[in-house]
């Protein structure tokens, strides 16, 4: 058998060219084939090469058995037939597997402690190998359907973070940003309602519309929708739209957001700010798939992906009734949270830079760098508006700087604020600089002063002026209550 078997190889190793010449003549004229199956595949001759010499290495390498196709075909039946029918109740090839595995240990231990079980040995045998070979062709299924999983995964983080699909790219390597990556990768190829949680700043609308941009809505529209910058009595007509006439100044139909966002994705920023009577409304509407205009009778059906996102802790508005718990559910399917900028502190210094030269661009500006005692600036401030208000503050810096590199003193000065570092003279004589006034001032009215002066430094940010004031914010609080100050 092995001499056979030797000059078998032979055979088709001295002929590879005509095996292959004559197997892709076989594809282009087998009357079974669509002509059009193989058209994309530039490499197929290449593919079919190297699938060809792997057959043969294997064959020449591994001891493989007589195949008998006659008994191979019943396994085979009731393995397709297995996987059929665990999958039409719901079970997963790695679940099949196991409960295969399972029922082989299950009947080991009946022959043994069940003697009474009239089953020849040889029997139980082939059953045992029966078991194990459904068990391994099973799992072998399981293995190729993680390995296409973790590879789209991988592709799909990768992407997000190098794609330019949009000038305004998710910049993050910080630990956080990868889990928030993989999140947003597992939602790309479905239509899985999202929740966008974090703080104002954080990036929620960038998130949304990569999710959009890259799904197989991408061609459709994205169409945003901020619940909480419109009056409440005009936010049903943008959410439904109306029908001319169906209130004052409703002198045409007026499309919804959800009828323009239809086949697409509508997101709907800040959606804790939805009043309790549009919430309802808006449930019906993700319940039964369908709305119907303001003023209107007729039922529209609506194919519209959600994502929301809110600033607010929503599970705390339900908590405090503000907020419909059967409404929460719907859109809290798949959650994901944004973390502020002062818990992703690796990621300062690249997104500044990204602004940096964004804005210098955009302002005609010439392109400069961070010094290192800006980079210091940076990491150590608290970020309460987050990468908004870090976006706001290199903006600033840049017209300030002029084309100079930005310092922390530049980061700090705001505009039309007196620094003397700026205003005096080199020459100015240091006596005159550290003159103290001939009166003597109150300690409250220094204190008065001192707190003033923080505060519009701070912009009114309470806690940063606290901390730079090196007291608590309750204390803060009370003087600024005691000396009648605006915060």
Known sequence: MKKNKNKALELVNDNQEQVLN???????NNPNIPKNTFEKKNNLKNYSKNFLKQLVTT???????????SKLTPIISVWHELLQSQISQGFSTKETAMLIYALKTSLN????????????????????????????LTFEIYSVEKEKLISRQNNQIQYLQTSSNTEDNIIGASSKMKAVFKAIGLVLENDITVLIEGESGTGKDLIASVIHNNSKRKTKPFIVLNCGAIPKDLIESELFGHEKGSFTGAEERKLGKFELADNGTLFLDEIGELSLDLQVKLL????????????????????TRIIAATNKNLKKLVDDEKFRLDLYYRLNVFPIEMPPLRERKEDIIPITKHFLKKYAR????????????????????????????????IQRSLILSQGQDITSTILDTKPGQFEPSLQLNQATPKSNILSLPESIETLESVEKRAIQHALE???????????????????LYKKIEKYNLQS
């Open 457 to 475: 430094i701070k912009n009114g940010n309470m806690l940063q002026a606290a901390k730079a004031l090196n007291i608590s914010r309750t204390t």
């Open 59 to 69: 064959f020449k390498e591994d001891d493989i058995p007589d195949l008998d196709k």
């Open 22 to 28: 004559n197997w892709l003549a076989e594809l282009n």
């Open 284 to 303: 019906r509407a993700l319940q039964n798939k369908e709305i119907e205009r303001v003023g209107g009778t007729q039922r529209l059906n609506i194919n």
């Open 109 to 136: 231990k009946l022959a043994e402690e069940n003697n009474s079980f009239n089953l020849q040995k040889s029997d139980m045998g082939k059953l045992e190998q029966l078991l194990d070979l459904l068990g391994i």
């Open 362 to 393: 955009e302002f005609s500006l010439p392109e400069v760098n961070l010094t290192g005692d800006a980079e210091s600036y940076l990491l150590n401030q608290y970020w309460e508006g987050n990468i908004r208000e870090l976006e706001n503050l």
